[in-house]
């Protein structure tokens, strides 16, 4: 078996800040992505990369950038944190389409 | 676009007790459905998954049923346990099969004794 391994865990930034979470995959999966989850609101995807150097934006991109310099791995930069933002920022990656696999997340908290 | 909707935010049971959570979706294509499950401070992790109507899935002692009639995909389970307390997604695959999901906003199942 595989894992998906973020860090860091935890993140506190300030508001303003770029802020740059990580993600490393050793599935060998083509596809990877970055999901947030709010309290009560679901997963909302942010970015998805089907390949190494490829970037598509999903319904959350604003306020985000991300890379994939690798196949394993796939990073995403809060460009501005806003003040009293708190999220747990799920990546995540697949070799189908047809299962996902997930990371325990980084949780972000903005003061 | 796609939506999926559960309409329990929160749920609590006693062990021993049946299980169902409702999803219904909205798709202009046919795709698969799935059922994720996170424990606290874990990763979401796959529970059921299903692309055929009216064909029963089960998995850890759950089930569910995809009705493209009714746009359903209820989870059930016929006996609550203690370890069944945990935060369950129900979520719909685009149509493009990159693994695109669109999540319903999830539902907080508490069992207790």
């Known amino acids: 078996g595989g894992i998906i391994t973020q860090t860091p865990k935890f993140l506190i930034g300030q508001e303003g800040q770029k802020l740059t979470l990580k993600c490393q995959q050793n599935?060998?999966?083509?596809?990877m992505y970055w999901y947030r989850q709010d309290s009560g609101k679901g997963l909302r995807l942010i970015y998805y990369?089907?390949?190494?150097?490829?970037?598509q934006k999903g319904d959350l991109s604003e306020g985000y950038d991300a890379s994939r310099e690798k196949k394993s791995s796939f990073s995403l930069t809060v460009t501005s944190a806003q003040k009293n933002e708190m999220a747990v920022f799920l990546c995540?990656?697949?070799?189908?389409?047809?299962?996902?696999?997930f990371g325990k997340g980084t949780r972000l908290t903005v003061v | 676009g796609d939506s999926v909707t559960q309409t329990e935010g929160l749920v609590t049971l006693t062990e021993g007790l049946p299980v169902m959570l409702n999803c219904t979706y909205q798709t202009a294509y046919s795709t698969f459905l799935f059922w994720y499950v996170q424990h606290l401070n874990e990763a979401p992790k796959l529970l059921l998954k299903?692309?055929?109507?009216?064909k029963r899935t089960e998995h850890q002692g759950f089930h569910a049923t995809l009705h493209k009639s009714s746009s359903s995909f209820h989870l059930q389970k016929s006996s609550a346990q203690l370890s069944d307390s945990a935060l369950y997604y129900c979520?719909?695959?685009?149509?493009?099969?990159?693994?695109?999901?669109?999540f319903g906003d999830g539902t907080v199942l508490t069992v207790k004794p």
């Open positions: 299903s692309s055929t109507d009216n």
């Open positions: 979520a719909l695959s685009d149509r493009t099969n990159t693994g695109k999901l669109t």
């Open positions: 995540a990656s697949s070799p189908t389409g047809t299962e996902v696999f």
């Open positions: 599935f060998n999966h083509d596809t």
């Open positions: 990369s089907i390949t190494e150097n490829d970037l």
